[in-house]
């Protein structure tokens, strides 16, 4: 069950006030779509400067963090905070300023002209002058129930995030890709050992990523192999890898998993009206800036290389300081 569940669980009646329900199209200034670092921090930057922004974070808010155990890279909290904890703390800072946040889904949106049309699953309908799309990206993960059980607990997709709690450790790296190799490298400053285990006998990754990766003594290659179970109880203790030409499955001892297969950045409900780039996020300038006058980018949707909830919330304050000129360029003050 996600930590902000929905907050109408039983059928509501025609007086209710709840924000769940459907309701006539609301007229915004700023609609933001995500609630995530770049959302929450897009959120407060645009409530700041009195232009009363809507929110629609889904049903399962609070991003990537949701899923991050000890957060120790976060500027200002000098002990580990938990991932689900940092986002209660950012969405109770929004609440505060007096942001409506609709707890939906955003289905689809109209980009043809303003006022941009949001909509959400449940049929709730906002216009607004100026949109700001912070939906984040997904890691794709194996998808085997073992991998989902001991997330948070050893199975990690954010190396940048957690290498440093497998210091003095054994891990493994899954993926053969750029984000592979270089996770698999950044790990080697903690960990004493790093085995890479990908499904074809070569790399996908570049030339010059793959030679990095390749001399470096603390890393060796499984070829050919897939990971077929991670063990431990209550901490990851190994994997059980499966040879694709063989089939046989074998142990292999480590602390750690770390999924570099990729991210899914979401933008379907997009239908193809902003400008993605080669990688599927949506292109932005380094305004914020997308294909549409009037609709910006934040945080993972548009940023395939950092990841990280800082440079997340980075982008949500571009994107609303851009999206309040914006609005004064076009003569919405």
């Given at each position: 069950?996600?930590?902000?569940?929905?907050?109408?669980?039983?059928?509501?009646?025609?007086?209710?006030?709840?924000?769940n329900?459907?309701?006539?199209?609301?007229?915004?200034?700023?609609?933001i779509?995500?609630?995530?670092a770049?959302?929450?921090?897009?959120?407060?930057?645009?409530?700041?400067?009195?232009?009363?922004?809507?929110?629609?974070?889904?049903v399962?808010?609070?991003?990537?963090?949701?899923?991050?155990?000890?957060?120790?890279?976060?500027?200002?909290?000098?002990?580990?905070?938990?991932?689900?904890?940092?986002?209660?703390?950012?969405?109770?800072?929004?609440?505060?300023?007096?942001?409506?946040?609709?707890?939906?889904?955003?289905?689809?949106?109209?980009?043809?002209?303003g006022?941009?049309?949001?909509?959400?699953?449940?049929?709730?309908?906002?216009?607004?002058?100026?949109?700001?799309?912070?939906?984040?990206?997904?890691?794709?993960?194996?998808?085997?129930?073992?991998?989902?059980?001991?997330?948070?607990?050893?199975?990690?997709?954010?190396?940048?995030?957690?290498?440093?709690?497998?210091?003095?450790?054994?891990?493994?790296?899954?993926?053969?890709?750029?984000?592979?190799?270089?996770?698999?490298?950044?790990?080697?400053?903690?960990?004493?050992?790093?085995?890479?285990?990908?499904?074809?006998?070569?790399?996908?990754a570049s030339?010059?990523?793959?030679?990095?990766?390749?001399?470096?003594?603390?890393?060796?290659?499984?070829?050919?192999?897939?990971?077929?179970?991670?063990?431990?109880?209550?901490?990851?203790?190994?994997?059980?890898?499966?040879?694709?030409?063989?089939?046989?499955v074998?142990?292999?001892?480590?602390?750690?998993?770390f999924v570099?297969?990729?991210?899914?950045?979401?933008?379907?409900?997009?239908?193809?009206?902003?400008?993605?780039?080669?990688?599927?996020?949506?292109a932005?300038?380094?305004?914020?800036?997308?294909?549409?006058?009037?609709?910006?980018?934040?945080?993972?949707?548009?940023?395939?290389?950092?990841?990280?909830?800082?440079?997340?919330?980075?982008?949500?304050?571009?994107?609303?300081?851009?999206?309040?000129?914006?609005?004064?360029?076009?003569?919405?003050?």
């Amino acid at each position: 069950m996600p930590l902000f569940p929905r907050s109408c669980p039983v059928p509501i009646g025609p007086d209710s006030n709840c924000y769940n329900r459907p309701m006539s199209t609301e007229q915004k200034k700023v609609v933001i779509i995500g609630s995530g670092a770049a959302a929450y921090t897009a959120a407060i930057y645009a409530a700041r400067a009195s232009l009363e922004p809507l929110v629609f974070g889904g049903v399962a808010m609070g991003g990537q963090l949701m899923i991050t155990s000890d957060v120790e890279n976060f500027p200002g909290f000098p002990e580990p905070v938990n991932g689900p904890e940092l986002m209660e703390r950012m969405q109770k800072q929004v609440e505060r300023l007096g942001v409506k946040i609709v707890r939906e889904y955003v289905s689809k949106v109209d980009l043809s002209k303003g006022p941009f049309v949001v909509e959400s699953t449940e049929g709730t309908k906002a216009s607004a002058l100026a949109l700001i799309v912070a939906t984040g990206a997904n890691a794709k993960w194996l998808g085997i129930e073992s991998e989902k059980k001991l997330m948070g607990h050893g199975v990690s997709a954010c190396a940048t995030c957690d290498g440093f709690f497998f210091k003095g450790k054994e891990v493994v790296v899954v993926g053969g890709g750029d984000t592979a190799m270089e996770e698999a490298n950044f790990l080697t400053k903690f960990a004493t050992k790093v085995t890479v285990v990908h499904r074809r006998e070569a790399l996908r990754a570049s030339k010059i990523m793959a030679e990095r990766a390749q001399k470096n003594p603390k890393i060796s290659f499984i070829w050919n192999s897939a990971v077929h179970e991670v063990t431990g109880n209550g901490h990851v203790d190994g994997v059980k890898l499966k040879n694709l030409q063989t089939g046989a499955v074998s142990p292999l001892k480590c602390d750690g998993v770390f999924v570099a297969i990729g991210h899914q950045p979401t933008t379907d409900f997009l239908g193809g009206q902003l400008k993605l780039d080669e990688n599927g996020y949506v292109a932005a300038d380094d305004r914020t800036r997308t294909s549409v006058p009037g609709v910006f980018a934040a945080g993972d949707v548009m940023d395939s290389r950092y990841r990280q909830a800082v440079t997340a919330a980075g982008t949500g304050c571009k994107a609303a300081l851009e999206a309040e000129r914006w609005l004064a360029d076009q003569g919405h003050h």
